[in-house]
T-cell receptor, first 113, second 114 residues
Framework: QKEVEQDPGPLSVPEGAIVSLNCTYS??????FMWYRQYSRKGPELLMY????GNKEDGRFTAQVDKSSKYISLFIRDSQPSDSATYLC?????????????FGKGTKLSVKP | DAGVTQSPTHLIKTRGQQVTLRCSPK?????VSWYQQALGQGPQFIFQ???????QRGNFPDRFSGHQFPNYSSELNVNALLLGDSALYLC?????????????FGPGTRLTVL
């Protein structure tokens, strides 16, 4: 079993839809959870980060962490064609500066106009 | 404010050769991490440098080595290249040893081994 599991998709939705992206993990030591967006042939761009369990909202994006279920989610409201990218979840047992990030494989999202 | 920069953008090498990739961290950052991203996969941690020393290392062979300079920039060296080393190599920078220390990624160097 891999440490972090993420459905690679692809996921195709119409513009304006609510998108739900998910990852599961097996290492209970993970405390820091991140979502990165990666456009084709570019480096990952940090979207959201959370510590431990709970929700965090930033504009159209909401990140949720359920440590009891070892499950994290990213919701995108009112999705736009510009949201079309690969979304990577990442997690670490230590603060980002000190810890190496363990990534999922990424989910490829396409938002159709 | 300049973000993380990497050079070169693309590189083509043949099996057995050696390669050096370079990274300049985001202004104010002192920690550099290197990741390998194979096609269709998430990035995999290679190693992390802080205060010119390797602080952590992932599951990569000794053919992968690195260096951090006093100005915090960093190099990744790969010896005896294999076909399987073809990937996007990402550099991420962060600050300090306290607090969350979010890692910011550069655009990557795409290495092709023929």
């Amino acid at each position: 079993q891999k440490e972090v599991e993420q459905d690679p998709g692809p996921l195709s939705v119409p513009e304006g839809a609510i998108v739900s992206l998910n990852c599961t993990y097996s290492n209970s030591a993970f405390q820091y959870f991140m979502w990165y967006r990666q456009y084709s042939r570019k480096g990952p761009e940090l979207l959201m980060y959370t510590y431990s369990s709970g929700n965090k909202e930033d504009g159209r994006f909401t990140a949720q962490v359920d440590k009891s279920s070892k499950y994290i989610s990213l919701f995108i409201r009112d999705s736009q064609p510009s949201d079309s990218a690969t979304y990577l979840c990442a997690m670490s047992a230590q603060a980002g500066s000190q810890g190496n990030l363990i990534f999922g494989k990424g989910t490829k999202l396409s938002v159709k106009p | 404010d300049a973000g993380v920069t990497q050079s070169p953008t693309h590189l083509i090498k043949t099996r057995g050769q050696q390669v050096t990739l370079r990274c300049s961290p985001k202004s104010g950052h002192d920690t550099v991490s290197w990741y390998q991203q194979a096609l269709g996969q998430g990035p995999q941690f290679i190693f992390q440098y802080y205060e010119e020393e390797e602080r952590q290392r992932g599951n990569f062979p000794d053919r992968f080595s690195g260096h951090q300079f006093p100005n915090y920039s960093s190099e990744l060296n790969v010896n005896a290249l294999l076909l399987g080393d073809s990937a996007l190599y990402l550099c991420a920078s962060s600050y300090g040893t306290k607090g969350f220390g979010t890692q910011y990624f550069g655009p990557g160097t795409r290495l092709t081994v023929l």
